[in-house]
């Protein structure tokens, strides 16, 4: 008999291990617990903005879910409880993703009713100057809504005249930027988005993968430190960031279910964020581009995307 393999989630990291299913089934029993369409992160705000029909990416119409939701799980007995009862494993691979902060309206897990609560709103307030909130309040922007951003520093891990100079396009383009930090006394303008980042999911600890409040620890080669049978991808693991970090992971794990076992190399990765009307800001490490170039770049990646994880 096959070992079954368990896949839960439809996060960045387990689409890219469903493309492999073909070769994964001749190895193993595969069962997949999960939603049948997901939101592509990296498209979303395009959607916000007008200027993408739809960031929802769909399981392949050959996989069929044994259930919807992970409950809970017992690494030790290698079961996990769904909302359609007790599925065992021999090998599992975690690809939840993790959760907002709770401030306002959270981002992740992120879903299509609240894109479209997001579009019908008129005004937003975004609390955070990352990555996610800068994007968000140039999406917002774009699409008329009138935008209120807090952030007590804009992009902080990038060199501070980048910051400087996107918070001078942020307000050029009609953001009110607060530098200070959200403490959500007064009565917000709009919608309060929250792209402060995220946190852990209680499961986690209940079920003994994590200690309370942390993300879950990894090995080199994205297995649980403890229950090497359980593989971790995306916003779960710990050691990893990002989007990127989450399709990276998960073309690894998937090397690694099918015998390609090599440790997990963490590598410099490429971010573009779209900003005013046709230009982008790429980053890769410290080095920064903004322009044009850097836009039609981003659309080229996220129409491959798109197209590749809609069925
Ligand atoms: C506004 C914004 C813009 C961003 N832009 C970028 C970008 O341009 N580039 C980039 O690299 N990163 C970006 N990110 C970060 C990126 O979204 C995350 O790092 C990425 O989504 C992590 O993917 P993941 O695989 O961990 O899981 P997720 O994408 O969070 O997906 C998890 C999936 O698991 C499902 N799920 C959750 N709980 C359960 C359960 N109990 N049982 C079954 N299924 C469950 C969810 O429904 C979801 O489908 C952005 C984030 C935000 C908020």
Redesign the pocket.
Known sequence: MKPRLVL???????LEILARIEQLRERYEVGY???D???Y?????QVIANEMASAVVNLRPDVTPV?????SLDPVKRIIE?DQGMIAYDHLVL????K?RGIGTG?????DVAIEHIQASRAVTIVGGG???V??AFACVRSKQHVTLYAKQILPDLPKRVGRHIARRLVASGVTLIAQQYEGGDAPDGLVLD?TG?VP?E?WHRSGLAEEGSFIPTDAYLRHTTYQDIYI?????MG????????R??RHVASALLGDEKPYKQRT?L???LTTPGHALLTFGRLTWHGRCSYWI?RQIDRRYMQKFTH
Not at 8 to 14: F, T, Y
Not at 67 to 71: D, E, M, Q
Not at 95 to 98: E, L, V, Y
């Open positions: 839960v989630g439809l996060g960045h990291g387990q617990v999960g939603l369409e997901t939101i992160t990296g498209a979303f705000p259930a919807s939701r992970l409950v769904t690809a939840t993703g993790a907002s981002l992740k897990p992120m879903t990555k996610a909130g994007e968000l792209a995220v999911v499961w991808t995306g916003d779960m693991a990893l960031n990002g989007g990127v970090d989450a399709v992971s998960g990765s971010n573009i964020l981003k």
